[in-house]
Protein backbone atom coordinates (compact mmCIF):
# COMPACT_ATOMS: atom_id res chain seq x y z
CA UNK A 1 0.00 0.00 0.00
CA UNK A 2 1.37 2.96 -1.05
CA UNK A 3 -1.10 5.90 -0.23
CA UNK A 4 -0.36 6.77 -3.35
CA UNK A 5 -4.06 6.46 -4.26
CA UNK A 6 -6.66 7.88 -2.06
CA UNK A 7 -10.14 8.28 -1.86
CA UNK A 8 -12.68 11.58 -0.49
CA UNK A 9 -14.34 11.61 2.62
CA UNK A 10 -17.49 10.86 0.74
CA UNK A 11 -15.71 8.15 -1.16
CA UNK A 12 -14.94 6.21 2.02
CA UNK A 13 -18.04 6.37 3.83
CA UNK A 14 -19.66 5.07 0.66
CA UNK A 15 -17.69 2.17 0.14
CA UNK A 16 -18.29 1.44 3.57
CA UNK A 17 -22.16 2.23 2.73
CA UNK A 18 -22.24 -0.76 0.15
CA UNK A 19 -22.61 -2.61 2.79
CA UNK A 20 -25.54 -1.16 4.70
CA UNK A 21 -27.28 -3.66 5.30
CA UNK A 22 -24.92 -5.73 7.06
CA UNK A 23 -23.86 -2.27 9.32
CA UNK A 24 -27.12 -0.90 9.41
CA UNK A 25 -27.73 -0.19 13.20
CA UNK A 26 -30.40 -2.72 14.92
CA UNK A 27 -34.02 -1.11 15.96
CA UNK A 28 -35.32 -1.62 19.40
CA UNK A 29 -38.69 -0.87 20.90
CA UNK A 30 -38.25 0.78 24.06
CA UNK A 31 -39.65 3.30 27.01
CA UNK A 32 -39.51 6.85 26.82
CA UNK A 33 -36.71 7.40 29.41
CA UNK A 34 -34.71 4.80 28.39
CA UNK A 35 -35.99 6.38 24.58
CA UNK A 36 -34.40 9.87 25.55
CA UNK A 37 -30.70 10.48 23.84
CA UNK A 38 -31.56 8.11 21.48
CA UNK A 39 -32.37 8.19 17.84
CA UNK A 40 -36.03 7.91 16.88
CA UNK A 41 -36.04 5.12 14.12
CA UNK A 42 -39.60 5.74 12.79
CA UNK A 43 -41.90 9.10 12.49
CA UNK A 44 -44.37 9.64 14.94
CA UNK A 45 -47.78 10.82 14.57
CA UNK A 46 -50.60 11.79 16.59
CA UNK A 47 -53.82 9.54 16.86
CA UNK A 48 -55.46 12.03 19.28
CA UNK A 49 -55.47 15.64 19.91
CA UNK A 50 -54.42 17.41 22.18
CA UNK A 51 -55.99 18.96 24.65
CA UNK A 52 -58.85 16.39 23.96
CA UNK A 53 -61.22 19.10 25.33
CA UNK A 54 -61.32 22.76 25.68
CA UNK A 55 -59.11 23.63 28.82
CA UNK A 56 -58.90 26.64 30.96
CA UNK A 57 -55.27 28.29 30.91
CA UNK A 58 -56.18 29.83 34.52
CA UNK A 59 -58.43 29.73 37.69
CA UNK A 60 -61.43 32.03 36.88
CA UNK A 61 -65.18 31.78 35.88
CA UNK A 62 -66.37 30.76 32.33
CA UNK A 63 -68.36 32.98 30.74
CA UNK A 64 -69.99 34.04 27.57
CA UNK A 65 -67.78 36.78 26.62
CA UNK A 66 -70.85 38.98 25.27
CA UNK A 67 -72.42 38.79 28.89
CA UNK A 68 -69.51 41.14 29.82
CA UNK A 69 -69.71 43.40 27.16
CA UNK A 70 -67.25 46.31 27.93
CA UNK A 71 -66.86 45.56 31.87
CA UNK A 72 -64.36 47.54 33.94
CA UNK A 73 -62.85 48.61 37.18
CA UNK A 74 -65.85 50.93 37.55
CA UNK A 75 -68.93 49.30 36.11
CA UNK A 76 -68.49 45.66 37.17
CA UNK A 77 -70.46 43.32 34.78
CA UNK A 78 -72.67 41.45 37.35
CA UNK A 79 -73.23 37.13 36.64
CA UNK A 80 -74.90 34.45 38.78
CA UNK A 81 -72.54 31.29 39.40
CA UNK A 82 -74.30 28.46 38.76
CA UNK A 83 -71.83 25.46 39.31
CA UNK A 84 -67.95 24.66 39.30
CA UNK A 85 -65.50 22.18 37.15
CA UNK A 86 -64.23 19.40 39.10
CA UNK A 87 -60.67 18.88 37.83
CA UNK A 88 -60.14 15.63 36.15
CA UNK A 89 -63.42 15.28 35.58
CA UNK A 90 -66.03 15.80 32.70
CA UNK A 91 -68.08 18.99 33.17
CA UNK A 92 -71.09 17.06 32.35
CA UNK A 93 -74.49 18.95 32.46
CA UNK A 94 -73.00 22.10 33.67
CA UNK A 95 -73.32 24.78 30.76
CA UNK A 96 -73.19 28.24 30.69
CA UNK A 97 -76.10 29.86 29.46
CA UNK A 98 -77.06 34.00 29.26
CA UNK A 99 -76.19 36.04 32.63
CA UNK A 100 -74.48 33.08 33.78
CA UNK A 101 -71.42 31.71 34.92
CA UNK A 102 -69.50 28.55 36.15
CA UNK A 103 -66.04 27.89 38.26
CA UNK A 104 -63.27 26.61 36.70
CA UNK A 105 -59.89 25.77 38.00
CA UNK A 106 -56.81 25.69 35.93
CA UNK A 107 -56.59 23.00 33.23
CA UNK A 108 -60.31 22.19 33.74
CA UNK A 109 -62.87 21.48 30.86
CA UNK A 110 -64.35 24.78 29.94
CA UNK A 111 -67.81 23.91 29.94
CA UNK A 112 -70.48 24.24 26.65
CA UNK A 113 -71.69 27.26 26.24
CA UNK A 114 -68.69 29.30 27.57
CA UNK A 115 -66.32 30.97 25.11
CA UNK A 116 -64.12 32.71 27.48
CA UNK A 117 -62.76 32.30 30.91
CA UNK A 118 -61.82 35.47 33.12
CA UNK A 119 -59.70 35.26 36.18
CA UNK A 120 -60.19 35.10 39.73
CA UNK A 121 -58.15 38.32 40.50
CA UNK A 122 -60.89 39.76 38.14
CA UNK A 123 -63.98 38.52 39.87
CA UNK A 124 -65.62 39.14 43.74
CA UNK A 125 -68.31 37.06 45.05
CA UNK A 126 -71.03 38.41 46.77
CA UNK A 127 -74.34 37.31 48.40
CA UNK A 128 -73.85 33.75 48.25
CA UNK A 129 -73.66 33.13 44.33
CA UNK A 130 -73.38 36.46 42.24
CA UNK A 131 -70.11 37.55 40.55
CA UNK A 132 -68.87 41.13 40.01
CA UNK A 133 -66.82 40.96 37.06
CA UNK A 134 -64.56 44.34 36.64
CA UNK A 135 -62.77 43.28 33.12
CA UNK A 136 -63.98 42.11 29.60
CA UNK A 137 -62.57 39.17 27.80
CA UNK A 138 -62.38 38.49 24.48
CA UNK A 139 -63.78 35.25 22.82
CA UNK A 140 -61.28 32.46 23.55
CA UNK A 141 -59.47 34.28 26.36
CA UNK A 142 -57.54 32.06 28.42
CA UNK A 143 -58.95 28.57 26.45
CA UNK A 144 -56.81 26.57 24.70
CA UNK A 145 -58.97 24.85 22.18
CA UNK A 146 -59.20 21.04 21.14
CA UNK A 147 -56.42 20.20 19.08
CA UNK A 148 -54.54 23.50 19.17
CA UNK A 149 -51.77 22.08 20.67
CA UNK A 150 -51.21 18.68 18.29
CA UNK A 151 -53.73 17.88 15.60
CA UNK A 152 -54.55 14.41 15.19
CA UNK A 153 -52.93 12.96 12.40
CA UNK A 154 -50.22 15.63 13.26
CA UNK A 155 -46.01 14.54 12.97
CA UNK A 156 -45.05 14.89 16.32
CA UNK A 157 -41.49 13.83 16.11
CA UNK A 158 -39.65 12.61 12.93
CA UNK A 159 -37.68 9.68 12.50
CA UNK A 160 -33.78 10.62 12.88
CA UNK A 161 -33.98 12.96 15.66
CA UNK A 162 -31.97 12.64 18.86
CA UNK A 163 -34.88 12.51 21.51
CA UNK A 164 -34.89 15.71 23.56
CA UNK A 165 -36.75 15.95 26.76
CA UNK A 166 -39.44 18.12 24.86
CA UNK A 167 -39.85 15.57 22.33
CA UNK A 168 -40.32 12.56 24.80
CA UNK A 169 -43.06 15.00 26.65
CA UNK A 170 -44.54 15.38 22.85
CA UNK A 171 -45.05 11.54 22.69
CA UNK A 172 -45.94 10.60 26.22
CA UNK A 173 -48.85 13.61 25.61
CA UNK A 174 -50.16 11.86 22.71
CA UNK A 175 -50.21 8.36 24.68
CA UNK A 176 -47.01 6.85 22.82
CA UNK A 177 -45.34 5.25 25.80
CA UNK A 178 -42.82 3.04 23.62
CA UNK A 179 -40.98 3.79 20.63
CA UNK A 180 -38.52 2.37 17.97
CA UNK A 181 -35.17 3.48 18.62
CA UNK A 182 -31.56 2.55 16.87
CA UNK A 183 -29.64 0.50 18.87
CA UNK A 184 -26.26 2.13 19.27
CA UNK A 185 -22.89 0.67 17.76
CA UNK A 186 -20.75 -1.04 20.38
CA UNK A 187 -17.02 0.11 19.76
CA UNK A 188 -13.86 -1.57 20.86
CA UNK A 189 -10.99 1.28 20.31
CA UNK A 190 -7.51 -0.61 20.10
CA UNK A 191 -4.69 2.45 20.37
CA UNK A 192 -1.15 1.11 19.01
CA UNK A 193 2.38 2.16 19.46
CA UNK A 194 5.49 1.74 21.37
CA UNK A 195 5.80 4.82 22.77
CA UNK A 196 1.89 5.06 24.69
CA UNK A 197 1.59 4.81 27.94
CA UNK A 198 -1.61 5.07 30.24
CA UNK A 199 -2.87 8.49 31.32
CA UNK A 200 -2.10 7.00 34.84
CA UNK A 201 1.65 6.06 33.94
CA UNK A 202 4.99 8.53 34.08
CA UNK A 203 6.36 8.50 30.44
CA UNK A 204 9.82 7.66 30.72
CA UNK A 205 12.19 9.13 27.81
CA UNK A 206 10.94 9.34 24.45
CA UNK A 207 7.41 7.79 25.71
CA UNK A 208 3.90 9.92 25.56
CA UNK A 209 0.39 8.93 27.21
CA UNK A 210 -2.24 7.56 25.07
CA UNK A 211 -4.60 10.07 23.93
CA UNK A 212 -6.64 8.63 21.10
CA UNK A 213 -7.91 6.02 23.11
CA UNK A 214 -9.88 8.79 25.17
CA UNK A 215 -10.58 10.84 22.41
CA UNK A 216 -12.59 8.60 20.09
CA UNK A 217 -14.32 6.63 23.41
CA UNK A 218 -15.78 9.79 24.45
CA UNK A 219 -16.91 11.00 21.04
CA UNK A 220 -18.36 7.32 20.91
CA UNK A 221 -19.92 7.75 24.03
CA UNK A 222 -21.16 11.48 22.71
CA UNK A 223 -23.02 10.25 20.11
CA UNK A 224 -24.80 7.46 22.30
CA UNK A 225 -22.62 4.33 21.49
CA UNK A 226 -22.00 1.65 23.56
CA UNK A 227 -17.59 1.54 24.10
CA UNK A 228 -17.50 -2.04 24.29
CA UNK A 229 -13.52 -1.52 25.89
CA UNK A 230 -10.63 0.85 25.05
CA UNK A 231 -7.05 -0.91 25.00
CA UNK A 232 -3.46 -0.59 24.28
CA UNK A 233 -1.64 -2.66 22.17
CA UNK A 234 2.42 -3.04 21.38
CA UNK A 235 3.57 -2.14 17.98
CA UNK A 236 3.34 -6.25 17.64
CA UNK A 237 2.04 -7.63 14.44
CA UNK A 238 0.43 -11.38 16.75
CA UNK A 239 -0.75 -8.87 19.70
CA UNK A 240 -2.55 -6.53 17.20
CA UNK A 241 -3.91 -9.00 15.07
CA UNK A 242 -5.52 -11.05 18.99
CA UNK A 243 -6.69 -7.66 19.74
CA UNK A 244 -8.79 -7.25 16.14
CA UNK A 245 -10.06 -10.74 15.97
CA UNK A 246 -10.89 -10.59 19.65
CA UNK A 247 -12.79 -7.76 19.13
CA UNK A 248 -14.79 -8.78 16.18
CA UNK A 249 -17.26 -11.33 18.37
CA UNK A 250 -18.43 -8.03 20.45
CA UNK A 251 -18.70 -4.94 18.30
CA UNK A 252 -19.80 -3.39 15.53
CA UNK A 253 -17.21 -1.24 15.30
CA UNK A 254 -13.37 -1.77 15.94
CA UNK A 255 -11.20 1.54 15.57
CA UNK A 256 -7.22 0.95 15.50
CA UNK A 257 -5.49 4.07 16.13
CA UNK A 258 -1.96 4.41 14.86
CA UNK A 259 0.02 2.32 12.94
CA UNK A 260 -1.67 3.70 9.78
CA UNK A 261 0.96 5.51 7.76
CA UNK A 262 4.04 3.70 6.22
CA UNK A 263 6.61 4.25 8.87
CA UNK A 264 8.53 0.68 9.84
CA UNK A 265 6.69 -0.07 12.81
CA UNK A 266 3.22 0.74 10.67
CA UNK A 267 1.08 -2.49 10.28
CA UNK A 268 -2.26 -1.37 10.71
CA UNK A 269 -3.20 -1.47 6.94
CA UNK A 270 -1.91 -5.45 6.61
CA UNK A 271 -4.10 -6.13 9.66
CA UNK A 272 -7.35 -4.94 8.72
CA UNK A 273 -6.82 -6.73 5.88
CA UNK A 274 -6.27 -9.88 7.46
CA UNK A 275 -9.10 -9.15 9.86
CA UNK A 276 -11.87 -7.67 7.61
CA UNK A 277 -12.94 -10.09 5.25
CA UNK A 278 -13.61 -7.62 2.57
CA UNK A 279 -10.16 -6.20 2.81
CA UNK A 280 -9.17 -2.93 2.42
CA UNK A 281 -11.65 -0.69 1.59
CA UNK A 282 -9.84 2.51 1.37
CA UNK A 283 -6.21 3.24 2.65
CA UNK A 284 -5.71 6.66 1.99
CA UNK A 285 -8.45 9.49 1.96
CA UNK A 286 -7.86 13.16 0.79
CA UNK A 287 -8.31 15.24 4.17
CA UNK A 288 -6.06 17.33 6.10
CA UNK A 289 -5.63 16.08 8.68
CA UNK A 290 -6.05 13.05 8.72
CA UNK A 291 -4.03 11.50 5.40
CA UNK A 292 -3.35 7.64 6.78
CA UNK A 293 -6.95 6.47 7.29
CA UNK A 294 -7.92 2.48 6.49
CA UNK A 295 -11.19 0.67 6.41
CA UNK A 296 -12.84 -2.63 5.76
CA UNK A 297 -15.48 -4.44 6.53
CA UNK A 298 -16.21 -7.83 8.17
CA UNK A 299 -18.80 -9.74 6.62
CA UNK A 300 -19.00 -12.57 8.57
CA UNK A 301 -19.02 -11.28 11.73
CA UNK A 302 -20.81 -7.76 10.51
CA UNK A 303 -17.65 -5.34 11.83
CA UNK A 304 -16.89 -2.45 10.13
CA UNK A 305 -12.60 -1.40 10.33
CA UNK A 306 -11.31 1.97 10.65
CA UNK A 307 -7.68 2.89 10.62
CA UNK A 308 -7.26 6.24 12.44
CA UNK A 309 -4.13 8.34 12.34
CA UNK A 310 -2.06 8.49 14.91
CA UNK A 311 -1.70 12.27 15.38
CA UNK A 312 -4.31 13.09 17.75
CA UNK A 313 -6.47 15.89 16.06
CA UNK A 314 -6.36 13.52 12.88
CA UNK A 315 -7.54 10.87 14.71
CA UNK A 316 -10.65 12.56 15.54
CA UNK A 317 -11.29 14.57 12.97
CA UNK A 318 -11.49 11.32 10.96
CA UNK A 319 -13.71 9.62 13.15
CA UNK A 320 -15.82 12.55 13.20
CA UNK A 321 -15.95 12.86 9.21
CA UNK A 322 -16.12 8.98 8.74
CA UNK A 323 -17.55 6.99 11.38
CA UNK A 324 -20.03 9.08 13.10
CA UNK A 325 -21.14 11.02 9.57
CA UNK A 326 -21.74 7.16 8.36
CA UNK A 327 -24.00 6.30 11.54
CA UNK A 328 -25.81 9.51 11.32
CA UNK A 329 -26.29 8.90 7.45
CA UNK A 330 -27.17 5.67 8.10
CA UNK A 331 -29.90 6.76 11.04
CA UNK A 332 -31.07 9.30 9.06
CA UNK A 333 -30.19 12.22 11.39
CA UNK A 334 -30.44 15.54 9.87
CA UNK A 335 -27.33 17.60 8.61
CA UNK A 336 -25.49 18.49 11.40
CA UNK A 337 -26.23 22.55 12.62
CA UNK A 338 -23.37 24.95 11.86
CA UNK A 339 -23.05 28.69 12.83
CA UNK A 340 -22.19 31.48 9.96
CA UNK A 341 -18.92 33.23 11.07
CA UNK A 342 -16.60 35.47 9.62
CA UNK A 343 -12.68 34.41 9.43
CA UNK A 344 -10.65 36.73 10.40
CA UNK A 345 -7.79 35.47 8.38
CA UNK A 346 -7.02 34.80 5.27
CA UNK A 347 -6.01 31.05 4.96
CA UNK A 348 -4.74 28.29 2.25
CA UNK A 349 -6.37 24.95 1.46
CA UNK A 350 -4.61 21.33 1.41
CA UNK A 351 -4.54 21.37 -2.59
CA UNK A 352 -7.05 18.65 -3.79
CA UNK A 353 -7.37 17.58 -0.10
CA UNK A 354 -10.41 18.64 2.36
CA UNK A 355 -8.88 20.36 4.51
CA UNK A 356 -10.48 21.27 8.16
CA UNK A 357 -9.59 24.30 9.77
CA UNK A 358 -10.01 24.75 13.66
CA UNK A 359 -11.83 27.99 14.95
CA UNK A 360 -12.62 30.06 18.34
CA UNK A 361 -15.61 32.13 17.91
CA UNK A 362 -15.80 35.44 19.64
CA UNK A 363 -19.07 37.38 19.40
CA UNK A 364 -19.49 39.93 16.54
CA UNK A 365 -20.85 43.61 16.69
CA UNK A 366 -24.28 43.91 17.32
CA UNK A 367 -26.23 42.88 13.57
CA UNK A 368 -23.16 41.25 12.63
CA UNK A 369 -21.78 37.79 12.47
CA UNK A 370 -19.33 35.92 14.70
CA UNK A 371 -15.62 35.94 14.48
CA UNK A 372 -13.79 32.96 13.29
CA UNK A 373 -10.53 33.25 14.37
CA UNK A 374 -7.83 30.14 12.86
CA UNK A 375 -6.72 27.94 16.11
CA UNK A 376 -3.50 27.02 14.71
CA UNK A 377 -1.96 23.65 15.41
CA UNK A 378 1.09 21.47 14.56
CA UNK A 379 0.92 17.45 14.28
CA UNK A 380 0.53 15.79 17.29
CA UNK A 381 -0.93 18.52 19.19
CA UNK A 382 -4.22 17.88 20.85
CA UNK A 383 -4.37 21.22 23.39
CA UNK A 384 -5.47 23.61 20.25
CA UNK A 385 -8.07 20.90 19.34
CA UNK A 386 -9.73 21.84 23.21
CA UNK A 387 -8.81 25.50 22.91
CA UNK A 388 -11.31 25.31 19.92
CA UNK A 389 -15.06 26.13 19.50
CA UNK A 390 -15.02 24.08 16.22
CA UNK A 391 -13.74 23.66 12.72
CA UNK A 392 -14.78 25.02 9.28
CA UNK A 393 -14.13 22.61 5.73
CA UNK A 394 -12.83 23.84 2.46
CA UNK A 395 -13.18 21.67 -0.04
CA UNK A 396 -11.29 19.54 -2.44
CA UNK A 397 -10.89 22.36 -4.93
CA UNK A 398 -11.33 25.65 -3.22
CA UNK A 399 -8.16 27.51 -2.35
CA UNK A 400 -8.54 28.87 0.66
CA UNK A 401 -10.58 31.46 2.61
CA UNK A 402 -9.70 35.33 2.18
CA UNK A 403 -10.82 37.58 5.75
CA UNK A 404 -13.96 38.72 5.95
CA UNK A 405 -15.14 35.47 4.01
CA UNK A 406 -18.60 33.42 5.49
CA UNK A 407 -17.75 30.06 7.07
CA UNK A 408 -19.80 27.77 8.29
CA UNK A 409 -18.09 26.29 11.55
CA UNK A 410 -19.30 23.35 13.21
CA UNK A 411 -19.44 22.69 16.52
CA UNK A 412 -17.46 20.51 19.15
CA UNK A 413 -20.23 17.61 20.79
P1 LIG B 1 1.54 6.61 13.96
O1 LIG B 1 0.31 6.77 13.14
O2 LIG B 1 1.51 5.40 14.82
O3 LIG B 1 2.77 6.72 13.13
O4 LIG B 1 1.56 7.85 14.95
C1 LIG B 1 1.72 9.18 14.51
C2 LIG B 1 2.02 10.07 15.68
O5 LIG B 1 0.93 10.05 16.57
C3 LIG B 1 3.21 9.65 16.49
O6 LIG B 1 3.89 10.79 16.90
C4 LIG B 1 2.61 8.92 17.68
O7 LIG B 1 3.41 8.99 18.83
C5 LIG B 1 1.32 9.68 17.88
N1 LIG B 1 0.31 8.81 18.45
C6 LIG B 1 -0.04 7.61 17.99
N2 LIG B 1 -1.02 7.06 18.73
C7 LIG B 1 -1.29 7.95 19.71
C8 LIG B 1 -2.18 7.96 20.80
N3 LIG B 1 -3.03 6.96 21.05
N4 LIG B 1 -2.20 9.05 21.60
C9 LIG B 1 -1.36 10.07 21.36
N5 LIG B 1 -0.51 10.13 20.34
C10 LIG B 1 -0.45 9.08 19.52
MG1 LIG C 1 2.81 4.34 15.86
Known amino acids: MNLLHVDTISETRKKLAA ?97 AVVMVEYCELFGGSMLAVSKSAAPGENVVQVGEDVRMGDLLVRRGRTLRPQDVGALAAAGISMVPVYTP ?64 ADSDVVVLSGGSSQGKKDMSAELVGLAADSGVLTHGIAAKPGKPTITGFDGESGTLFIGLPGHPAAALMVYEQVLIRLWRDLTEQPEERTVRARITTTLQSAAGRRTFQLVKLTDGEAGELPAAAPVLARSGMIAPMSAADGYFEMSENQEGVKAGDTVCVHLWK
Open 185 to 248: WRVTVISTGDELVPPDEAPGPGQIRDINSYTVAARSAAEGFQVVRTVLVRDDREALLQALTAAK
Open 19 to 115: YCERIAPAIEICGLIEAAGRVLAADCYSAENIPPYRRSTVDGYAVRSKDLGAAGDMTPSILRVTGEVVLGTDPGDVTVTAGNCVYVPTGGAVPDGAD
